[in-house]
């Protein structure tokens, strides 16, 4: 047993704020321990067994000289009768955190791996995460612990949807399956992942290609382009504006609606997308045509509110926006189709070569030898390309109204 040290009042214990450890008496091998920081805690030193252990008690003040002397006699009289206090509280800390690990549900797993993507996203990325989890995960399986989750419970959600809406089932399998991997990797879980598709799902559940058709957008056609652009510019409101630049563009409605005005510069004419906001994840740069560079003129910019076309409330335009404006045209067609025009236009009205379309629209090159051997993104080439454009979307019309007539184009 060790030597019992001076018994120090509560005092004299107040005073020690030199670093180091030292035994305060009352207890065999009670002390209080000062750090470099200054933070001031209890140990008590024992021998368990074999084994010299240094047990904390507490950090003082907040455990007084008095607790402290209690909690160190308990201490060695559970040592005495064949008990060691500090495995005890290992194990109790053990079973706590099974415990916490056992009660980790679904969502709350969706949460934190959210939050740790978060930064990374976009904010529609983000909206459609929280949205079809909300919408057709969460409400099968989002109490269920992540450790009860096997391949019967991710049917059950994506068996409903699978046929009727294949697209939005695709990305919401890929959604569980990231979630469960980062529980897995969190040890909240054990075993297969039972929402990968290769060597499982795809055993189960028919090939997203053999059950979904290509998708089309309805764009205006080449002869009602300029009547179009012509209406749109009598309109007011924001959204009109981001349209107005959407189809000047050639960009979709997202790059638009996403566009800040430091990616903008109007002394280069230039609208430079970084790689984040891109689907393809590559930096994408934009010629700005005189008349793109007279609508930004137009706009008004906010302080604190960096988007160029914002929402009336701040923030934001929302996609719906936009088409909400076509809808008070009276037409059917979408934001996006004004993409499919454009590629019309040049393939049928111009001679400007068909790479360079692609190049504008911010197509990947699927043929990987091309690919391979390009290595600018041509934008001075490009820049009579969507002068041309804009002068023909502002092509004198006889009417401004007659834009009703459509045609179906592939994304």
Known sequence: MPKIAKQLTAIEVSRLKAPGKVFVGGVPGLMLQVTDSGARSWILRVTVGNKRRDMGL???????????????????????????????????????????????????????????????WSAKSLTQWTGSLTKYVYPTIGKLHVQDIHTPQVMRVLEPIWISTTETAVRVRGRIESILDWATANKLRAGENPARWRGHLDHLLPAPKKITKVKHYEAIQLDHAASFFA????????????????????????????????????????????????KVKIEHRVPLSVQALELLGGIPRTEGNDYVFQAPKGGQLSDMALTEVMRRLELTAVPHGLRSTFRD????????????????????????????????????KRRPLMAAWARFLETPVTSANNVTTLTRHAA
């Open 58 to 120: 507490g950090a003082y003040p907040a455990v007084t000289l008095a607790q402290a002397h209690e909690k160190a006699r308990q201490a060695r009289e559970s040592i005495n009768q064949g008990n060691d206090p500090v495995l005890d509280r290992e194990r109790a800390q053990s079973a706590l955190r099974a415990e916490q690990v056992a009660a980790t549900t679904f969502e709350d797993a969706a949460l934190a791996y959210i939050e740790k993507e978060k930064p990374a």
């Open 231 to 278: 209406a749109l510019k009598s309109r007011e409101g924001m959204a009109a504006k981001a349209l107005m630049f959407t189809a000047l563009t050639a960009a979709r409605s997202g790059m638009t609606l996403g566009a800040t005005w430091t990616e903008i510069d109007t002394d280069k004419a230039l609208w430079t997308i970084p790689a984040e906001r891109m």
């Open 345 to 380: 236009w040049v393939g049928e009205r111009t001679s400007f070569p068909g790479d360079l379309a692609e190049m504008a629209m911010a197509h990947v090159v699927k043929n990987k030898v091309e690919a391979a051997y390009r290595h600018g993104d041509m934008l001075e």
